[in-house]
Every structure is written in C-alpha cells, then in structure tokens.
C-alpha cells in the first residue's frame, strides 16, 4: 500500500469510501436519517473543492482510504471497511504528521477510532458538545505534539 497526494479523478472511489466507512463507522452512534443524508453523492460534492488537501492510501490502483487535511487539522480519516487493519490508516496519518497535523475532532463515541488515534501518540486534550446532523453531539479534540 502507497500513500499519494490526491487527483481530481480520484473523488468517485473516495466518495465510494467515504459513505461506506461513514455508514460502518457510525452506525451505532448516528441515527439512520443523518447517515442516509451522507452517500457517495455528497461525499463527491464535498470532495470537489477538497482534493488538493487529500492524501490517498492506494493498492494496486484501488483508493482504500483518505485523509483530508485544512491548516494542520485533520477533517476527515476514512478507511473502507474492508481494508481497515492492513496499515493503510496508519500510513495516512503518518503522511498526515510529516505534513504538520496536529489536531483532530472525533466522535466521543467512536471507540475504534480513538484507540487508534491514542496508540499513534495522539492524546485528548478536551471533550464538548456541538450541532451535528441536527443534534448535539460529544466530541472529544485530540492533539499531538510533532517536536517530540
């Protein structure tokens, strides 16, 4: 698996992976209406302004994941889940830090998530609520220190 910077090309297979990750991944934490609302039509939509801050994890030319990245805050991280556990998450954020991330927003609830966040050294510096989806939602923002 290669990491590389993102094409114009690339947003169907991203937005592909984007809405199955996010249907997977949040299943148990969004209501069913908020996830119908996130397809690979909007993923695209939203990719189209976007690709130049994107990192993608590729094999064998199929996009497994991405990163998207704004101002050294990581966005977005998605892995197809039938990819997840071969590395390619771990690549991208790394590619991501090599490249000055070091903020992050994650969903209180997403518990894979956030072990794979800690076991990569990143660490919660505080925890909230905000509008999401049209409902308050907990959030917890994990930082990482990149001189050490």
Known sequence: MIVRQARIEDI???????????RTGFATILEPDALAGRDAAYFAERFAGAWERMLVAVQRDDALGFLLMTDGHIDMLFMDPGSCGEGGGAQLLKAAEDRGAKSLECFRDNHGARRFYERHGWRVTRAYEREFAGMK???????????V
């Open 12 to 22: 169907p297979s991203l937005a592909r992976v984007a809405a199955r990750s996010y």
């Open 137 to 147: 939602r907990s959030f917890v923002f994990y930082e990482k220190d990149l001189s």
